[in-house]
């Protein structure tokens, strides 16, 4: 199966796809059909894969997971995010936390974790459920009347408002529909920009790049003004912005700047609300498919919550909940890929990675591997018991990714899929539209392209 060539240098260079264009390489089907061609090199050649993009160009798609381990963790230092992750994503998210680098990264992180730790986060649970509720009467109109509906819509819009008043105690919702649309234009031109094409100059002024720099321009208002507001304010809330406010680094005592704040604002916003919203919309339209998940997870709510609403204690009695999250991330990652660049030539598995290439890591496919996932396809939330997780090499799975950029809002998210998850099951039963299509849109995040249409009936009623 492996296709090893050895250089003029001897070095063992990792399979490649036969069927290459002889100009292009790769470059076409990666460009038109990402996720098909990799699942289906994956199943031809393993665990890591090499391409050619136009002549000269290579990167390795690394599946293995001791070598995602490799990557992230064990040799870390020689991997940096690089021009494909940075480029477009700091288009829109400046100097944050997800794009920076180094030492001023390293300051921030430090500033900014505390923040995330559990016990600062349980605060949040309470608005977290408040945010769900407020739902409810939308959606039991909708259930009263069989009215069908995209759930993917309305978690975009249920998580961007939690991460509106978490991050700055400011309703988005309110203005959920523009601040929102503006998110959405501003994210599709990152993940546009993500793919391998030659991107226009931002200062050209092509329709697409005048609608992302206006996009940009309304939320950079909207949150230099809540920054500004929050200077004069004498008794600020105890938000996660007044969190990054005060925060203060330990040697030079400095704070951010209204800059920085802005890019962190920016970055939590983007990194936080999609994501999260995208984990649900799976999850629920997972569970219009298993049938025997939902009883169970049912089962689960209503023993521990007896038609109450959740409070952040009882996120440790509702295990099933969670691990239906996690089995969701594992079938449908949010993060599906990871790229990073190789500073320095290294080696990997035994093959050859020259310095200054493209290592690309996918959870979509790791996620799936055949040699760690016992019938992958299958939905299975009790993998993730202590049990059966044991053994399981850790990169098996890393819908958050891992080593020192791990993702900082990973128990942000999973308390708040949690919660709204099990809320939403105790009240309804779900259904998806007959005939709706589900495919996946890679564009930047693993979102359903047509959404997900279904209806809700009201429980026990
Ligand atoms: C299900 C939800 C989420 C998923 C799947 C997810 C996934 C990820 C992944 C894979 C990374 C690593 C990126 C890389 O190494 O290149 C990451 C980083 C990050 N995430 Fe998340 N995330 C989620 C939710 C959140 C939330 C709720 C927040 C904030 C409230 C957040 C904030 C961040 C930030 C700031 C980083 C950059 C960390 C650093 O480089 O130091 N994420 N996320």
């Known amino acids: 199966m492996e296709a090893i060539m050895s250089t003029s240098t001897g070095k063992r260079l990792a ?43 290579y990167w ?35 100097n944050g936390l997800l794009t920076s680098d180094g030492d001023f990264w390293r300051r921030q992180r430090k500033l900014m974790q505390p923040s995330f730790h559990r016990q600062a986060l349980s605060r949040f649970a309470a608005t977290m459920v408040a945010e769900t509720e407020a739902y409810f009467e939308l959606w039991d109109n909708r259930a009263r009347q069989s009215e069908a509906f995209d759930v993917a819509q309305d978690m975009a819009l249920l998580t961007l408002n939690i ?11 309110e203005k959920a529909d523009a601040f929102g649309q503006n998110l959405r234009v501003a994210f599709d031109f990152v993940g546009f920009r993500m793919r391998p094409t030659l991107p226009v100059p931002l200062w050209v002024p092509t329709p697409s790049n005048l609608r992302f720099k206006a996009a940009r321009r309304r939320l950079d208002a909207v949150v230099y003004q809540i920054i500004e507001r929050r200077r004069k304010t004498l008794n600020p809330a105890p938000d996660l912005l007044s969190m990054l406010m005060a925060a203060r680094d330990e040697e030079t005592g400095e704070a951010m700047s209204d800059t920085q704040l802005r890019d962190e604002v920016i970055t939590l ?68 890929g990871l ?49 059966r997780s044991s053994g399981r090499p850790a990169f098996a799975y890393f819908p958050f990714g891992g080593g020192q950029r791990v993702c900082i809002g990973s128990q942000f998210a999973l308390m708040e899929a949690t ?20 495919e996946f849109d890679t564009m930047f995040t693993l979102r359903p392209k047509y959404g997900v249409r279904v209806t809700f009936e009201r429980r026990g009623k």
């Open 15 to 57: 399979p490649m796809p036969k069927d290459q264009h002889w100009l292009f390489g790769s470059f076409l089907p990666v460009r038109n059909d990402l996720l098909n061609f990799y699942t289906r090199v994956f199943r031809e050649l393993g665990d890591i894969i090499r391409f050619r993009g136009l002549p000269g160009l």
């Open 60 to 94: 390795h798609l690394v599946l293995h997971p001791a070598y995602v381990e490799h990557v992230l963790v064990r040799n870390q230092h020689n991997y940096r995010k690089g021009k494909v992750f940075d480029g477009p994503i700091g288009l829109i998210t400046g």
């Open 163 to 173: 991460a509106g008043l978490t991050l700055f105690s400011t309703p988005v919702g």
């Open 269 to 336: 916003l983007l990194a936080g609300h999609e994501t999260t919203a995208i984990t649900l919309t799976w999850a629920l339209y997972v569970l219009t498919r298993e049938p025997a998940v939902e009883a169970r997870l049912y089962e689960e709510v209503v023993s521990v919550l007896r038609g109450a609403s959740p409070t952040v204690e009882d996120l440790r009695r509702l295990p099933y909940t969670r691990m239906v999250i996690e089995e969701t991330m594992r079938l449908y990652p949010p993060a599906w």
């Open 339 to 387: 790229p990073r660049e190789a500073i320095h030539e290294d080696e990997i598995g035994g093959y050859y990675i020259p310095g200054q290439s493209l290592v690309a890591l996918n959870q979509f496919l790791t996620h799936r591997h055949p040699d760690f996932w016992e019938d992958p396809e299958r939905f299975d939330p009790e993998r993730f018991t202590p049990e």
């Open 419 to 438: 919660l709204v998850l099990a809320m939403i099951v105790q009240r309804y039963r779900i259904r998806l539209v007959p005939g709706h299509p589900i």
